[in-house]
């Protein structure tokens, strides 16, 4: 016997295609429509305060930015995991406490290297080291 879920149910996403007799070419969940708009007035925004005049390249470039953080917000919106969740989570991330970690000398510390005074002096032409027996 097998028992059917109910996963082809949320498969469907709410999508609007466009006005009546006129579709746009792509498809776009609702969701992705809000987003968008706060997306590329935040963008503006931040351009604006930039110094970045309206122009015709400026908009332009917002809108592709827009169009890149929309799609990268959205990929992480199911309907398991909705935009609410999805702020509250990267918020909590943002603000929770970190450990401090006490460092010491750095990533390499050389405190525990043992170094001579003197420069070593190469040995003389024809003497050869000797090596400790039974060691």
Do not use: N
């Amino acid at each position: 016997m097998r028992i059917r879920t109910d996963d082809e149910v949320y498969r469907v996403d709410a999508v609007w295609l466009g006005p009546p007799k006129a579709t746009v070419p792509w498809r776009a969940r609702y969701v992705a429509w809000g987003v968008g708009i706060v997306v590329f007035l935040m963008i503006l925004l931040i351009e604006r305060r930039m110094g970045f005049g309206f122009g015709f390249f400026s908009t332009g470039w917002a809108i592709v930015a827009t169009i890149l953080l929309t799609r990268l917000i959205c990929s992480r919106i199911t309907h398991e995991r909705p935009l609410t969740s999805v702020a509250v989570m990267w918020l909590r991330e943002l603000t929770a406490p970190r450990t401090m970690a006490e460092s010491r000398g750095g990533a390499a510390s050389a405190e525990k290297i043992r170094t001579r005074a003197q420069r070593p002096r190469p040995r003389p032409k024809g003497v050869r080291r000797v090596r400790p027996t039974g060691v």
